[in-house]
């Protein structure tokens, strides 16, 4: 079983624990999921709660945290940047929003409707394949522009939470299989 759909399950159990008919005890339960992400750091377990355990406040962290790390990109490689227009700001949530939500619509950000009405863009699915057009725009600059000088630097920004991911995976599958180990010598 691949190691997110094991943290997909533990997030179905652990909101259903309260429903467990006639009182029964709940198998898996808030300790599990701390458990199977034991080691993590604490913006890879970030990254697993906003995921996978739609947890807002852990999104809003790491929103936060990817744009710190992507001001230091900005100050590092020496970016230049115009007062007032927030791109690396735009470029850190969109980043975050490509990896949290794969193919959301960005003209209603993945709802559906906008202003009460069906989203046009994406017939109601709320999911849409996203476009460098499409980037360039919710970033706020041009598409010649964008393929010029912001693209790479947007993949560096994705790249690192791509990273993220693949840090969450290792230490799945480590956890996943200590376990397995400790009831072979049960
Ligand atoms: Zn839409």
């Not at 029964?24 to 300790?31: C, E, F």
Request: net charge positive; with cysteine; aromatic share 6%.
């Amino acid at each position: 079983m691949a190691q997110n759909e094991i943290l997909k399950m533990l997030a179905v159990s652990a909101v259903n624990v309260d429903r467990v008919p006639g009182g029964g005890v709940p198998t898996l339960v808030a300790s599990d999921v701390a458990a199977m992400l034991a080691g993590a750091s604490r913006q890879v377990m970030m990254l697993a709660y906003a995921k996978y355990l739609q947890d807002q406040q852990s999104l809003v962290l790491l929103a936060s945290h990817v744009y710190c790390w992507s001001a230091d990109l900005a100050v590092n490689e020496q970016w230049r940047i115009t007062r007032g227009r927030p791109i690396v700001r735009n470029m850190s949530h969109l980043a975050v929003a490509e990896s949290i939500h794969p193919n959301v619509c960005l003209k209603c950000c993945g709802r559906g409707f906008v202003r009460a009405r069906g989203c046009g863009s994406c017939q109601g699915s709320g999911y849409k394949s996203i476009s460098d057009c499409g980037r360039a725009k919710v970033i706020g600059v041009s598409k010649s522009t964008f393929h010029e000088c912001w693209r790479d630097r947007y993949q560096q920004i994705y790249g690192y939470l791509q990273q993220l991911e693949s840090d969450l995976s290792i230490t799945l599958y480590k956890n996943n299989h200590e376990e397995e180990l400790i009831l072979q010598h049960a």
